[in-house]
C-alpha cells in the first residue's frame, strides 16, 4: 500500500491491486456508473491552489478551484487514474475540460452534459447522456456493465449515503461525540477513498451511537451552532477554522459536503433510469434553474438543525453561486437568521481576514443570544 | 426607485429614435435604417402595443416574432445604457446589491436597467443556457422580481439526436407559454412566414460575410457588425432581408470604389465590441487603421430553418452554435473567418467576466501561431467605462499596429548616412527617461527625473535636457517618444510604444536574446523577438496589478518597508511563505496575517517575491519562452524577484545595467534606424 499526501489532509491511497481510479470533479457524476464499471471514484478533492502551470493556460478570472485542479493535474497529480469526468458544470468547466485535452497528456477526461432543467425531457435526455457514459466506462475497463453490477453500485453509494447521513445526525446533535472537523474528514473519505473501506472504517463509530440516549438540550454556554454553505470548497478546511472560532458546524450544504449524499437512488425498476432521477431531483445546487430551490434547501437545513447561524464562503469568479447570494442574504435576513457572506481565492490565501470575520459573527450572534440585550434566542426564527 | 429615472430609459430611446429617424430619411444609409428598426424596437417595448419579452442574446427570436410580441435582448439594454453613459451609475446599484462584480457587465447590466426602473413591464422573460452562465442566472432573477414567466431553454453541450429531441420538447412547451401570453397558437402559415424571412435575411447575411471579407480596409468596421449583431433580434420580420440587401449594396459600392486611400490593416475580431460611451473603436478604427472586417457574433454558422418542423430546426439552430461544446468548435469558426478573410491579424476582446470567450484564449491563440496570424488578446469591458484603461489599451493597440507594420514591410529602412545624434524620450507612470546615442548607435547621455504629477512638464524637462545636449555634443537629428507619455511629447518626431522600444533596446544589449520580459509599474510584459530584435509576438498582464511593481509596491508599504528592503530580504532569505492570492487586496490581507503569525519579515519578502515570479513564469510560457531570457524594467533591479525567476525558470536571465533606461535607448535606437 502506498500513500501520496497530494494536499493537506487530502489523502489517496493507490494500489496496483485494486481496482482502477476514475476522478470526478461536480457532485452530479453518478459514482454508481464508475462502480458498477469496476472503477473506484475519487473525487479530485481539495485542490485549491493556483499555480504558474495552470495561470499560463487558463485566465486569472478562473476560480481557484478550476485553477488548482488544473494546477494539479498539469503537475501529474492524476496520472494514476484511468480517466477523469468533468460535468458540463459551468463556462469555468467546460473550458477546465478544453484545457485538459490539450495540455494534459494523462488521464483523459470525459465531458458528462448534466442537464440544467428537470422533467420528463431533461431526464430522458439525462438517462441518454448516462448511457453513453456506461458505454464509454465499458471501453475503458474492457469489460460490458450489466444490471447486477450496476444495482450493486447503486447499492454501495446508498449505504454510503445512509452512513454519511448517520455521521450527519451524529454531529448536529446537542453533545455530539464528533465535532464538525471530524465529520469532514469523515467525509472526505467518503469522497476519495474506496467505499468499502469507508463503511467499514465508520461503523464502529455508529454503532456506539445508536445506543446512545437521547439527550435534552442545554444552551447555557453551548458554542454557536453553524450551517456551512457556499461554494464547491475544501470542507475539512473550512469547518477547522469556522469551529476554531469557538463555534460549532452542525450542518453543511456544500456539493463537497453532506449534500452531495442528500438523496438514496430508487433500489427497485431500472437502475440506470432510477440513478438518472436520483441526481435530477435532489436539492438543487445554484447552477440549477430554480433558484429558491437552492435557498429553501439552505433554510429548510438551518430549521432542521436549529442552527444560530449560516457562514457562506464563495470562491471569486463563481459566478454560479454568486448570482444566488443577494436573493440568499434577502431571505435570511427576512427569517431573521445570522449569515455570513465570505469571499476567498482558494485554500492558503485569505485565512486570517476569514478568520477575523467569522469570529466577529460569533460574537454577534453572542450579543444577540444574551438576554441582557434583550434579543433572546426565542426571538431566532432557526428555533 | 426615483420616478426621473424611470423615464429615462423610454426617452433616450424616444430621442434616439428621431434622429435615428431623421437620419435614416435623409442620408439613407442602411446602418442608420438598421439602428432605426432596432431602436424602434425599442421603443415598442415601452408602447406595450404587444405582448414584450426580454430574452438572451441566444434565445429563438423568430418564435417571439412568430407570436407577433415584442422581442428585446437584455444585452441590447445594456449596451443601450453604455451607449448613453448610464451605465455606470446603474452598475453601481446592481453591485450594491450584491451580485458579482466579477461577472459579465452585459447582464449586469440588464440587471441594473431592472433595479434602477428603467425596464418597462415585462410579460415574459427568455434565457437560455448555453455559452453563458450569467445570462440565465441573471435573468431567472429579473423575471422572479418582476413576477412574470421565466422561460429557459436548456441547450445540450453536443449535437446529438437525443440533444436534439430534448431541445425540440423545450421549444413546444416554451410554444405554449408564449401562447398563453400572445393567444395565439402558432400555424403552417405563421412558421413559412417567419421562417421565410429570417432565411432571406440569413442569405443575405451569408453574401454580406463574403463582401465583408473581400472589402479593403475602411470599408467594414465595427459599425457594419453592430447592424449585423442588431438584426438578429429582428429574424423573422419583413423589412430586415431588404434593409440587409441595402447594406450589401453599399458595402459593395464602397468597395468597388477601391482604396479608400488608407493602408489599413484588416482584422477579425473575436468575442463582442465596446459600447460603452468614449470607448476606443473611433481611434482604433480612424487613427490607427485597424478595421475589425469580420466578427464572431455575426458569423453565420444555421442552416435555414424548415417551416415543416419548426421546432426541430430552431433546436438545431441553436446546437449549431459554435460557442457550444469543446472549444474546437469555435477554432473550427475562427479558422473559416479566417479563411475567408485572410485578416492581417485577429483580436480577442476579452471581456471581463466572460469566461466562455476567455477560457478559449489559449487554444485560439495556438491555433493563429499555426496559422502565422498575428494575434491580439485585448482585455476590456464592453459595457463599463469605469474599467476602462485608456493608456494601456492604447499601447496594445499601438504594439499590435507596429507588428504588423513590421511584418507587412510598412516600416521605413535605415538609411545609409545616419550621421548625428538621435535622442529616446521615454515617458513611464513613475520615471522619465531620455538617452540620446550617436551615428554608430553609442551612447551618449542620458537621464532620469520622477515624472510626477504632469507628464507634459516632465517631457519639458527632457526637452531642456536634449538641448543641453545639442550645445555640448551636436544637433540631436530625430527622437522618438515612448512611455504611457509618448503622447505628450509634442517635440519628438514620432511614438513608438514601449513594447517595440523595448524590445530594440534590450537587442542592442544582447544579441541573442530572444525573450524579453519587462516589469514596470503598471504592466508586466513578455515579449517575443527574432534575431533581428523586432517583436514577433508579446503579451502583457491582464487588468490585475498582481505580478507587477505596483503589486510590490503594495506589499512593501503593508511590511512597512522600501522595495529596495524587500528585494533585498527577499534574495538574501532561505525560505519563502507563500503568497498564493492572485488579488492585491487579498494578498495583502495575507501578508499581514502572516506578520501577525509571526513569520520572519524576510520569509514574507521571498514569498512576495516569488509570487511575481510565479505570475512572470505564467506570462512567459504564454508567450513562448526561448532562450536567451533578459529583464528591462524598474523591477529588474530587484534581485529578489530576479532570483526568484530563476529558480522556476532553471536558467540565467540577463538583466540590463540600467533596465530603466532600456526603453529610452530602444527609443533613440529606432529614431537612428528610421533616420
Known sequence: MKNHLWHGHVFQSHDSRTAPVVGWLCSATPEELLLAAGFLPQRLYGFEARGEESEAVLPTTFCAYVHGVLQAALTGAFRHMAAVVVVNSCDAMRRLADVWERHVKAPPVYRLDFPFATGPAAESYWVDVLRRLAAYLEGLSGRPMTEADLRHGVAILNETRRRVRALDAVRSLPKPRISGTDYAHWLVKAFVDDKKRFLAESAALCASEENREDESWDESGTPPRLVLGGCAADAPMLVRLVESCGTRVVADTLCTGTRHFDTLTSETGDPLRAVARRYLNRAPCARRVEAMGFVEHIRAVVRRTQADGVVFPTLKFCDMVRWRLPRLSAVMEQENIPFLHVERDGSAASWGQMETRVQAFVEMIHARGDPATGAGKETHAGR | ???????????????????????????????????YETLRLLAALYSKKKPTVLAGFFFPVEMLHAHGMTPMFGEFVASALASTGLEKNALGVVDGEGFPVESCTFHRAAMAAFLKGYLPSLDAVAATTHLCDTQCKALEEVAARLGVPFIVLDVPQEDTPEARVYLERQIEGADAVLSALSGKKLGRDDWERVFGFSNAARDVMVRLNQLRAAAPAGVCGKDVSTALIQAQLMLGLPQLPRLLEYLAEEIHRASLQGNTGRVGFRLVWLLTFPYFKGNFVPFMERTLNLWPVLDELTHVFWDPLDPQRPYESLAVKMLQNPGLGPVDRRLRMVECMVRSARPDGVVHFSHWGCRQGQGGVRAVAE???????????????????????????????????????????????????????????????????????????????????????SARRAAASLEGFLHEVSRRYGSVRRCVATGYGRKVVDFADEQITEITCHARGMWHLFPDVRTIIDIGGQDTKAIAVNDKGEVENFLMNDKCAAGTGRFLELMARALEMDIEDLSDLGAGASRAVPISSVCSVFAESEVVSHIAEGHPVEAICRGICESVAERTAALLKKVGRRPVVAMTGGVAKNAGVVKALERRLGGRIATAPEPQIIGALGAALLARDGA
Open chain 2, 1 to 35: 426607485m426615483r420616478d426621473a429615472e424611470r423615464f429615462l430609459m423610454p426617452l433616450a430611446a424616444r430621442g434616439l429614435l428621431t434622429v435615428e429617424k431623421l437620419r435614416a430619411i435623409t442620408g439613407s444609409s442602411a446602418l442608420d435604417a438598421l439602428h
Open chain 2, 367 to 453: 491555433l493563429l501561431e499555426r496559422f502565422g496570424v498575428p494575434f491580439l488578446d485585448l482585455d476590456g469591458d464592453c459595457i463599463d467605462s469605469r474599467s476602462y484603461a485608456e493608456g494601456p489599451t492604447r499601447t496594445r493597440l499601438e504594439g499590435f499596429v507596429e507588428l504588423l507594420k513590421r511584418r507587412s514591410g510598412k516600416v521605413r529602412k535605415t538609411s545609409l548616412s545616419s550621421d548625428g545624434l538621435f535622442a529616446g524620450i521615454d515617458i513611464g507612470s513613475m520615471t522619465a527617461k531620455a538617452v540620446v546615442v550617436d551615428s554608430q548607435g553609442r551612447m551618449v547621455a542620458h537621464v532620469m527625473n520622477a515624472t510626477g504629477a
